[in-house]
């Protein structure tokens, strides 16, 4: 089964950057989404960026169009997350999410990320 381990979280002042990774395992078809998620201190899970394997499409929560970038390194298996322009309102726990049905390619459709990483603490100050 598709396991994910992300990294990459840490502190940063206002302004600044951070690259957060997530590695997934256990793929077996090509295809299918992934994504981060975030929750913020008393907030629930929100999506923040997702990406369509195939390299298709990628889609962003409003919040963070401008300055946060999805992209991934197949060979790798690889899923990153640029942020740029943090703002303390970025503060959170942030989780890599997959849906790895290789029929899934709407990937902006949030509900169907069904497999979760264990999170990477992100902190704006």
């Known amino acids: 089964h598709v396991q994910l381990v992300e990294s990459g979280g840490g502190s940063v002042q206002a302004g600044g950057s951070l690259r957060l990774s997530c590695v997934a395992s256990g793929y077996t078809y090509g295809g299918g989404c992934m994504g981060w998620f975030r929750q913020g201190p008393g907030k629930g899970r929100e999506a923040v960026a997702g990406l369509n394997k195939r390299g298709t499409g990628t889609y962003y929560a409003d919040s963070v169009k401008g300055r946060f970038t999805i992209s991934q390194d197949n060979g790798k298996n690889t899923v990153y997350l640029q942020m740029n322009s943090l703002k303390p309102e970025d503060t959170a726990m942030y989780y890599c999410?997959?849906?790895?049905?290789?029929?899934?390619?709407?990937?902006?459709?949030?509900?169907?990320?069904?497999?979760w990483g264990q999170g990477t603490q992100v902190t704006v100050s």
């Open positions: 999410a997959a849906d790895p049905s290789p029929k899934s390619t709407t990937c902006g459709y949030w509900p169907r990320y069904n497999i």
